[in-house]
């Protein structure tokens, strides 16, 4: 199917499933299926995508066995499914059965590093626990005995068996095993170090090794330069005899690939617009937040506290800012600890007579946080600079205030509960854990979000979550600040009284641009 602006494309060997799609084709399937639910916008789902590739190219004839799928939960159109999927952070891996009759049906699996390997393992460990309902074209894994081997060319109409002696936790013949499910005229089974009578009568003294079996009653060791996977499946899959069976590789995308291009959008980089700043808080409070059906806890603190900041500071359109103040005195008034995401939703969409059709708008557009393709930038990009607005506001306001911490307690609490980028949430809270304590004015609190986003900054830059044509710059650069830039011995130093005065004028009002005609 289609995935506007998502990381993958029909040439990968992954099924790209959508909304119309997700449900249909890996619920009551006769495959089991693995599917990464990712958010286009998350860098670590960026960082991640080459890994999930590889490994759906290294897989690929372990279809129908097993799918991949993807589904890119930040396309608008997919977030309803990946609500009921119960996704919440990105990237998620499940594992769906076959025949899993729900999307509760699906199990986390959590993918160590980028190690194509592992989640290989981890994909035959899964097929494992198939009881009644194993794929029908997934042939036996587990390992071979003596019984099954002595008659097995009078039970399988193959001429080859090939079995592959190995130690309990070696996954080699397993992998084999799959990699040959599409292939006619030959099994593979493996037999364990610990199987006495089968490794004394083939003679095995090394693990792993391999052996053809010949359904005339002869056997020769597989002869390869290295006993390992990729040696052992050339080699079969060339043997005389051997062809490829009916199981048609996994192709065929069942819809067109619609392409939602939207137009480049000149901004000024001095400059802040409203409407990125008024499509974070939609996606915040209408995608993120809504990701949980009950808000228990730590998530109902962190959203009072979040909409409460904004209620006092977002500098928005009046009917905007009416909106955000109401949306606060309901919170503030629900005493019970858990809020059903579907009564914050009335209240976020309650129209009022003669008001404008929606507050926030169900489109998202970006302008100064535009990306040169869809899945730079964006979301993460307009929630720092949300963010910073508030920390500047928060000074200009000090009357209204709590506090230093006020508004960086409310980022951090948004951040941790509810930013669907999880490895970017805990990053940020290691940060935050480390020094936000030690902010003692508003002033500093400007600052200190400044010096933290520098740091991510820093980290990220040169890595490919980089927009090439917004590299990630130590801000502010000299062209937009000369002042805050100075160098003592030689070494280049923040003059951060000039870089605080910037930062003030930056995110103010005033900077806002209001009105974005296309
Ligand atoms: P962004 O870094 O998003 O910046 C947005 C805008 O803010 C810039 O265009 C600029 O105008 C302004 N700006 C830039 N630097 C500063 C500064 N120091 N102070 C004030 N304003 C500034 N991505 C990852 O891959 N890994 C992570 O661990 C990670 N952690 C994140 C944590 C948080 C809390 C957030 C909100 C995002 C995180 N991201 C992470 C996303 C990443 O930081 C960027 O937001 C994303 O890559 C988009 O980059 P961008 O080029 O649009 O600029």
Redesign the pocket.
Known sequence: GAQPGGLYSPGDALVLLQVDTLERRVLNSSSAWLVEFYASWC??CV?FAPTWRALAADIQEWSPAVNLGVVNCADIANQKACKKFGITGFPTLKFFKAFSKSPEDGTKIFHPGDSIQNLRQSIITNLEMHKETWPPACPPLEPASVEEIRGFFQTNNVMYLALIFEANDSFVGREVTLDMLQYENVAVRRVLSSEEELVKKYGVTAFPSGFLLINNGTFSRIPVKMEARSFYTYFLRRLPGVTRGPYAPTSAPDTPIKSTLTPRRPAD?SKVYMADLESALHYALRVEVARFSVLTGERVRALKDFVTVLAKYFPGRPFVQNFLRSVDRWLRNMRESRIPYSALERVLTNRKEGQAPEVLSNNMTWV??Q?SKPH??GY??S???LF?LLTVQATRYRRLGTGPLEVLGAMRGY?WSF?G?R??AQ??EGMAAESMDKVRSVDKAVLW??SR??R??A??AG?E?E?PE?P?LQ?PPPDLCPLCHGVVNRRHVWDEAAVLRF?KAHFSPANIILDYTE
């Open positions: 860098g670590h960082h980089r100064g946080c990306g730079f930038r993460p990009c929630l720092w600079t910073h951040v930013f980028c490895e970017c990053h940020f979000l400044w986003h520098n991510v900054n980290r990220l890595t979550t927009d917004f990630k801000w930062l």
